[in-house]
């Protein structure tokens, strides 16, 4: 049984570009969540996802925009990267109304050069 | 504003010894209080979690305490092993699938 899905799992990018990420939520999950994981510390939120529609949002810049597909998965797309934007960033995947946690992917490793 | 603080920030300890690591919440609509475990180059996994309704739960080795006058929980590892090396975090939730408030995280190393 394949958990959470993420790719690619190393990216550079330069300056003002855009990069879009991309997430398979683990089998009979339905909803997704986008962290952003800086060196050092811990996991932040930055949206979450269900039905295709964002259904909670943290404290992201609109930079930070993203998509589920009607088969779960997700993207996360940021535009106008910023150096501060390199970090780890990881997607979780539950069955909705599951209270008992997330399971996360690997995370994409984004380098802003 | 951190809505969870963890301590300490590393921690170094003998091969069989406890590793304790502590975590102190604001939020008092938080009802849900995981611990993840991170390898490098891993996401989190969760190692054990707990809802304020229970002052204690234990999985094998692993055994969170949770005041909740105090707003503190804590992890305990009993019988660290070489293994057991990674970073861990404590989060909370209003609910377990809603959005997940982290620690800073506690590097844990066990030495042989």
């Known amino acids: 049984d394949a958990g959470v899905t993420q790719s690619p799992t190393h990216l550079i990018k330069t300056r003002g570009q855009q990069v879009t990420l991309r997430c398979s939520p683990k089998?009979?999950?339905?909803?997704v969540s986008w962290y952003q994981q800086a060196l050092g510390q811990g996991p932040q939120f930055i949206f979450q996802?269900?039905?295709?529609?964002?259904?909670q949002r943290g404290n992201f810049p609109d930079r930070f925009s993203g998509h589920q597909f009607p088969n779960y998965s997700s993207e996360l797309n940021v535009n106008a990267l910023l150096l501060g934007d390199s970090a780890l960033y990881l997607c979780?995947?539950?069955?909705?109304?599951?209270?008992?946690?997330?399971?996360f992917g690997s995370g994409t490793r984004l380098t802003v050069v | 504003q951190q809505q969870v603080k963890q301590s300490p920030q590393s921690l170094i300890v003998q091969k069989g010894g406890i590793s304790i690591i502590n975590c102190a919440y604001e939020?008092?609509?938080?009802?849900?209080f995981p611990w993840y475990q991170q390898f490098p180059g891993k996401g989190p996994a969760l190692l054990i979690a707990?809802?304020?309704?229970?002052s204690e739960k234990k999985e094998g080795r692993f055994t969170i305490s949770f005041n909740k006058s105090a707003k503190q929980f804590s992890l305990h590892i009993m019988d660290s092993q070489p293994g057991d090396s990674a970073t861990y975090f404590c989060?909370?939730?209003?609910?377990?699938?809603?959005?997940?408030?982290f620690g800073k995280g506690t590097k844990l190393t066990v030495n042989p």
């Open positions: 979780a995947s539950s069955p909705v109304g599951y209270n008992y946690g997330y399971t």
């Open positions: 089998s009979g999950h339905d909803t």
């Open positions: 996802y269900y039905e295709e529609e964002e259904r």
């Open positions: 939020n008092t609509a938080f009802d849900y």
């Open positions: 707990i809802r304020p309704d229970v």
């Open positions: 989060a909370a939730s209003k609910g377990g699938s809603e959005k997940l408030v």
